[in-house]
């Protein structure tokens, strides 16, 4: 039987950004309605064309979507909030775009939905939310219409939806507290719909993305899951889909839904193959995820021959695919033109994963593996490249003592030293490190790339925005200011473009949420720090302010998390020696007179494994990757860290563990639900919780914070308690900033008097 291959996805933001663009000249009016949805379609067709002419047999359908894929579900599923919902019920695509950037529709502001991390990945979803009792309607035809395209095209469709389970699971509950399983009858009978109108189509395979099955499912939900799917069996037969971890903890209960498929992640979880091929019912396709789809070295298909040819002993219905969707990984390798041809050969964007899985399946069904010789022969020249290995490096590593990891002195001492030393008022007022990057930034650092201006030039410029930030902040009456990165493009490139080990892509962008793209650095080689990275940048704001200025960097684990890695080295070797390199710049910024460094690790909750099992071990590496960065300092030194997108609840055991001396978090967008956690748990030393949400252009107002810190000083005393902002202002302009920050002034000047007069 031959072997039929599929990915789970392909990437819908275009090897251009053109989803990003079109969205974007939408959002600001630029383009009209229908010129957007011309773009989208045209992304759809060219994704289409390019799998099937690499040879992928099942053309996913469902994989595209504006925003992103879960807002997507709950616009068919018609779970609109109230809020975004028209006045007669109908919905159309400005209501996704309203859900998404918190517009009402009359076009005031009202409250975003939420957004948080899909599974440990650094992609964004939108959270559906749910009330008691609400009802489900299927309500949006996107799917179908496309469905009915890709045909039309005459493709061999397989659509792509997100399972009932799942969408329940990463959805959050909104007004009275109930069980989010009794909406499983209402919502159970819209999958039911949309299956039914599926097969109408003619298709024959559905794939039913669940990768909550990775998780450790209560009880309740395991029942649930069964139920679930005994209620949607259907003609149609479903393929369930899991990735991004080993699914064996679940896989007894799985092997009982009546499902006609399955799917598994075979490059993160770990398959005994013999063992799955006994407990998987025969009659049942198994889908082998063997191509990662999370990063972006070549696979090594020799290897997989290897592996799936063993298993084919079985005589079972296989098919290959990717480990996960394609989203994660950037488009096409081909339009890169500045790595090194060395470099380039170890590598494999999208649509290099097609080709390698058409290559494997040629191979598998050929039963012969010599064709992917030469294309693994490149992959293993990197292991022998002269960029990747250094002793020195090496040695630093091994020669890290306990002492490395942990500070002079403990907080309670430390922080006597720092309120002498900085004489800070109640509430110190700070921000999180960026300030607006306006066009004239974008356009300056362009032009430096391209060697249009010289460094000189480009440094005095710099240097003028660094000027006005502070003196803006002088303005406000900001305690704790920050230069405001304007020289950064992005806080993990940044550092990677200055340190040793890391390469750049120019088209390696992935999609982390809506129409916002990252392109990650690749980790090729043994990191370390060639020259000073920040000093002179924070070096010239502290020399034209009196008032203290607080230094930038990112963590290691975030630029570990947020870096296309290599897959030679476990992470925790990876992160530390990220860490040594940024301890060189945090002793030298502390020479330099920079009295406060913050050391960002906005991903260390995203770095969690998706098994709690496996959660103590990564914890104590990634913890003492920071400390390794931060710990060698005075006591007179403050070393801040700033996390945002968390559910810090998991992780403050490790959070106390970082022993930074202040931790500034995002709570606004999740309205500070996070401190109803202070009520009994306390966080030794000091910390900001975000008070206004960033995200969205709104301007909070005097009252809404003034609320926000009146609720923070009920579960954190006032003595550790800082404000701040969220999250960093690159994405805003001055005038929303400024407006902001005046308001987040006010509040905290308010709420200052009233605690002097109470003191009184
Ligand atoms: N210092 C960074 C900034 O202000 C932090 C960004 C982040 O947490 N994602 O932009
Ligand atoms: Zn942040």
């Known amino acids: 039987m031959d072997i039929i291959n599929h990915i789970l996805g392909f990437p819908r933001i275009g090897a251009h950004r053109e989803l990003k663009f079109a969205q974007e000249n939408y959002w600001s009016g630029k383009i009209s309605k229908i010129e957007l949805l011309k773009i989208g379609k045209k992304l759809r067709y060219k994704n289409w064309k390019d799998q099937s002419s690499s040879g992928i047999n099942l053309i996913s359908v469902g994989d595209f979507s504006w925003y992103d894929h879960v807002l997507t579900t709950s616009m068919m599923l018609g779970n609109i909030p109230e809020r975004?919902?028209?006045?007669?019920?109908?919905?159309d695509l400005d209501t996704l775009f309203y859900m998404a950037r918190g517009t009402a529709l009359n076009k005031s502001s009202v409250l975003a939905c939420e957004m948080t991390k899909w599974f440990d990945t650094n992609y964004h979803y939108i959270v559906p939310e749910f009330v008691k009792n609400q009802d489900f309607n299927l309500s949006w035809n996107q799917l179908f219409d496309e469905i009915d395209e890709a045909i039309n095209k005459g493709y061999s469709v397989k659509p792509v939806i997100l399972g009932p389970m799942t969408y329940l699971w990463l959805g959050k509950i909104t007004g009275v507290k109930f069980n989010r399983l009794s909406l499983l009858p209402n919502l159970l009978k819209v999958y039911q719909k949309i299956l039914n109108k599926i097969y109408e189509k003619g298709i024959e395979w559905i794939q039913i993305d669940e990768p909550i099955l990775v998780f450790d499912l209560p009880s309740d939900w395991m029942h649930a899951f069964k139920m679930t799917y005994d209620i949607l069996k259907s003609d149609l037969k479903l393929l369930l889909t899991t990735y991004f971890e080993s699914i064996n903890h679940n896989l007894n209960d799985i092997v009982n839904f009546p499902v006609q498929g399955l799917h598994i992640d075979l490059t993160h979880g770990k398959y005994d193959l013999s063992v799955l091929n006994r407990k998987i019912p025969h009659d049942w396709v198994l889908s082998l995820g063997v191509i990662n789809g999370r990063n972006i070295w070549k696979s090594d298909l020799k290897f997989w021959f290897d592996v799936i040819q063993n298993f084919l002993k079985f005589k079972r219905n296989v098919w290959i695919g990717s480990s996960c969707s394609l989203l994660h990984s950037p488009v096409d390798l081909r339009l890169e033109n500045n790595i090194p041809l060395e470099i380039k050969n170890w590598f494999s964007f999208a649509l290099q994963k097609c080709y390698e899985l058409n290559l494997l399946t040629l191979a598998l069904n050929d039963n012969d593996s010599s064709i992917l010789q030469s294309w693994t022969d490149l992959l293993h020249s990197h292991a022998k490249s002269e960029m990747v290995n250094n002793d020195f490096v090496k040695n630093q590593l091994m020669n890290i003592t306990y002492n490395d990891k942990k500070r002079h002195s403990v907080y309670s001492v430390r922080s006597k030293v720092q309120k002498n030393t900085f004489h800070f008022p109640v509430l110190p007022t700070t921000t999180i490190g960026s300030f607006p990057q306006t066009d004239d930034i974008r356009a300056l650092r362009l032009q430096f790339k391209k060697g249009k201006i010289d460094f000189h030039k480009y440094q005095n410029e710099i240097k003028k925005h660094i000027q006005y930030a502070i003196q803006q902040q002088e303005l406000l009456d900001i305690d704790v200011l920050v230069h405001g990165e304007s020289e950064r493009n992005d806080m993990v490139e940044y550092f990677g473009e200055h340190l040793a080990g890391f390469i750049f892509t120019n088209y390696g962008w992935v999609q982390s949420y809506g129409s916002r793209c990252v392109k990650p650095p690749v980790i090729v080689g043994d990191v370390y720090r060639k020259n000073p990275i920040t000093i002179e940048w924070s070096k010239y704001a502290q020399s034209i302010t009196k008032k203290p200025v607080k230094a930038m960097l990112t963590?290691?684990?975030?630029?570990?998390?947020?870096?296309?890695?290599?897959?030679?080295?476990?992470?925790?070797?990876?992160?530390?020696?990220?860490?040594?390199?940024?301890?060189?710049?945090?002793?030298?910024?502390?020479?330099?007179?920079?009295?406060?460094?913050?050391?960002?690790?906005?991903?260390?909750?995203?770095?969690?494994?998706?098994?709690?099992?496996?959660?103590?071990?990564?914890?104590?590496?990634?913890?003492?990757?920071?400390?390794?960065?931060?710990s060698k300092v005075q006591d007179t030194t403050q070393i801040h860290t700033h996390m945002c997108y968390c559910e810090f609840s998991d992780i403050m055991d490790a959070i106390v563990q970082l022993d930074a001396d202040v931790i500034t978090i995002e709570t606004a967008r999740s309205h500070m639900d996070l401190l109803e956690f202070f009520k009994t748990f306390e966080y030794p030393n000091e910390i900001g919780p975000g008070v206004y949400d960033i995200h969205s252009p709104n301007i909070p107002s005097v009252d809404q914070i003034v609320y926000l810190l009146e609720q923070a000083i009920k579960y954190i005393p006032i003595n550790r308690l800082w404000v701040n902002p969220d999250c960093g202002l690159k994405t805003r302009n001055w005038k929303e900033t400024i407006s902001s920050l005046k308001n987040m002034m006010i509040a905290t000047k308010k709420i200052r008097k009233k605690f002097e007069t109470l003191t009184i």
């Open 84 to 91: 975004h919902r028209n006045i007669d019920g109908s919905i």
């Open 555 to 630: 963590g290691p684990v975030t630029i570990l998390c947020w870096s296309f890695i290599r897959e030679d080295l476990p992470k925790q070797i990876i992160s530390n020696q990220i860490a040594l390199a940024l301890r060189d710049e945090v002793l030298d910024l502390e020479r330099a007179g920079i009295n406060i460094i913050q050391i960002d690790e906005p991903a260390l909750r995203e770095g969690l494994p998706l098994r709690k099992i496996d959660w103590k071990k990564y914890l104590s590496w990634a913890t003492q990757s920071f400390r390794i960065s931060s």
